[in-house]
């Protein structure tokens, strides 16, 4: 029996996405490109933190990132990825052991589950090959949007619009959309922002979350994006103000 193709389809809005499509307005595309823009100019080296050697350890490396720093990930991968080398491995698992392997991350076991769901799924529908297609990833058990989005972006190169807690944040004060649902999120700023920089502009707009936008206040003295940002509560350094 043939292998259902892994290059079936590649990153697109889904038909939902599509048919809720209304073209945006000449002053939210400008909005758009301004903040990619200032983006750019601020954190031009912004890329995936997760350390990680091809999809599947990207793969890995996402899922245990939720809820977790990239820094305790990459703590945690080097050993994780020197014992489980490939997807079988990682569906084989003793779940136990892979669970006290990644208990730092927090919600092990459910990331467990999760890794190990995902692994079972390429073994059995891609013969160990992670797909290069959303339809796929998120079809595989434990991935959704986000990671499957990471891994076209970063282990592809295949453009994904992530939309993680920071980007879906920073849109809303950026006035780049009113939605908080980040598929809706999703369809809302990739006809804002050019194709080939969905990837980096996702980086980006999570350092700039970790940096000065943070949650549940932002701190906007120094912000780079400041005199762009409509967000009608900025909140600025009172002693920065006062010299
Ligand atoms: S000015 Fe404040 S709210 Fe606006 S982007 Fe900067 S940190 Fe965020």
């Not at 809303?172 to 502009?201: C, N, Q, Y």
Request: hydrophobic share 40%; with cysteine.
């Amino acid at each position: 029996m043939s292998k259902p193709s892994v290059k079936a389809a590649r990153s697109q809005p889904s038909a939902a996405g599509r048919k809720s499509a209304k073209a945006p307005s000449a002053a939210l595309l400008a909005q758009g490109r301004a903040v990619d823009e200032a983006l750019a100019q601020a954190y031009p080296d912004a890329h995936c933190w997760l350390q990680h050697e091809g999809p599947l350890q990207l793969l890995v490396a996402t899922i245990l990132s939720a809820q977790c720093t990239d820094a305790r990930v990459n703590m945690v991968t080097p050993e994780l990825f020197k014992k489980y080398s490939d997807a079988r491995a990682f569906a084989a698992a003793n779940p136990r052991e892979l669970e006290k392997m990644i208990q730092s991350t927090g919600f092990y076991r459910n990331k467990a589950k999760s890794i190990q769901s995902a692994s079972r799924d390429i073994v059995e529908k891609y013969g160990g090959q992670v797909p290069d297609n959303l339809d796929a990833l998120t079809q595989l058990r434990g991935v959704g949007r986000k990671t499957a989005n990471v891994v076209l972006g970063n282990a592809f190169g295949i453009p994904g619009m992530v939309v993680d807690t920071h980007v879906g944040r920073l849109s809303v004060r950026l006035g780049l959309t009113k939605h908080k649902d980040p598929v809706k999120v999703e369809h809302a700023l990739m006809p804002l922002i050019s194709r080939e920089h969905w990837v980096a502009f996702g980086h980006r707009m999570i350092a700039h979350g970790r940096k000065y936008c943070k949650a549940p206040t932002p701190r906007c003295t120094g912000c780079p994006l400041e005199t762009i940002c409509p967000f009608p509560d900025k909140r600025f350094d009172q002693a920065a103000r006062a010299k």
